[in-house]
């Protein structure tokens, strides 16, 4: 599908800029960009990549995605999500809360289970609209896929980083046990308000996420700076970030830092706004909390910091991530409280 020409990102914007890291010298244990990628997951938790390989698969998601949003609302809904915590299916625009007061969100948007990506073509936890099982074997599945291989491979990489047994976090994200992770193909309507949050301010729920933008709208607050600051999209480089279960198990080395997503700016913001993710969360079962008696390093950063406050109060993943995705819903809300009990390590700061 050709890919219309978009407007530039604008140069008289706040933006953050990010280390871009190289996945062909991660893959090849390149120790100078270890170390960079280190750098940049314990700081910010942000940061791009570049030669991921799957840009062939992203523009399949982006043309996926077009064909499903395309479809009525009557079909749409027959693949929602529900209010129950379940992440998998579709999310209408305005179903999510984008505050305390119950703001609606703009965004709608189509999750993918990794599980059914691999189970395909026998079906693990969901169905999914035909725009999406027409092209799981030549796009969605492969997609999957890859994305699962190079966030393996950073957690990998993070599992040494940490201390940790061998395999210790490959076995927390294994590919058999049933998990949150997922893909997600979203898109923002044109023609919303300057300041109109079209996602709320949020750490990711699990574990790494590797995200796809064509146009601004990402932003993100920077540790110890008040002032919310662009992610710039570079073409053909992913934006990745770590979220709150890595965080917790690495007793806050590695940080997850809150971000959020407004309309594109300058010109951009005359055109739909489309962004493909790949969230890797950990397994249903995988209890929340720091790997200490595992790792001397994490050990010694819990007793260091107790004020990171990355309790998660013993919740297993699934536990922390349906309660999480609950109670965004605007159908659960009952008032300010079902906001807070969505939030996760954002610790007082959106
Ligand atoms: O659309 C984006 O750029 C970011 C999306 C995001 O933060 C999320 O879905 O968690
Ligand atoms: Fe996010």
Redesign the pocket.
């Known amino acids: 599908m050709p890919v219309p020409t978009l407007p530039p990102f604008p140069d008289d914007v706040p933006t953050h800029p990010l280390l871009v890291i190289d996945y062909e010298l991660l893959k090849a244990k390149d120790q100078e960009e270890i170390d960079r990628l280190w750098g940049a997951a314990t700081s910010l938790g942000f940061w791009y990549l570049k030669n991921h390989g799957v840009q062939e698969e992203v523009d399949g998601m982006f043309e996926m995605g077009e064909a499903t949003m395309k479809l009525p609302m009557e079909e749409k809904m027959k693949f929602e999500q529900g209010d129950d915590g379940s992440s998998f299916g579709y999310k209408a625009a305005g179903a999510n809360a984008v505050d305390a007061d119950g703001t609606p969100d703009t965004v709608e948007f189509i999750n993918i289970a990794k599980d059914d990506g691999f189970a395909w073509p026998n079906t693990a936890r969901r169905t999914y609209p035909s725009t999406v099982t027409s092209r799981m074997d030549s796009i969605v599945v492969p997609f999957i896929k890859k994305s699962t291989a190079i966030n393996s491979t950073i957690l990998d990489i993070f599992n040494s980083k940490l201390g940790l047994p061998d395999d210790v976090l490959t076995r927390k994200h294994s590919i058999e046990e049933y998990s949150g992770s997922e893909a997600?193909t979203?898109k923002n309507p044109k023609g919303m308000s300057k300041e109109r949050l079209a996602?709320a301010a949020?750490t990711?729920f699990g574990s790494l996420?590797f995200?796809h933008?064509r146009l601004g709208?990402?932003q993100v607050l920077p540790p110890g700076i008040d002032e919310w600051q662009y992610v710039k999209p570079l073409p053909g480089h992913a934006?990745c970030n770590v979220g709150d279960a890595l965080a917790v198990l690495s007793g806050g080395i590695l940080h997850s830092n809150i971000?959020r997503?407004i309309p594109p700016p300058g010109a951009q913001a005359t055109y739909e706004?489309w962004?493909q993710?790949f969230f890797t969360r950990p397994g249903n079962s995988v209890v929340l909390e720091p790997l200490s008696s595992l790792s001397p390093i994490i050990a010694d950063a819990v007793q260091k910091d107790p004020h990171k406050n990355l309790n998660a109060g013993g919740a297993t993943a699934y536990e922390w991530f349906s309660r999480r995705v609950k109670n965004q819903r605007i159908k659960n809300r009952t008032g300010p409280e079902t906001w807070q009990a969505s939030r996760g390590t954002e610790q007082g700061r959106a």
Do not use: E, Q
């Open positions: 997600r979203i996602i949020h990711d996420s995200l933008n709208g990402l934006i971000h997503v706004r962004s993710v």
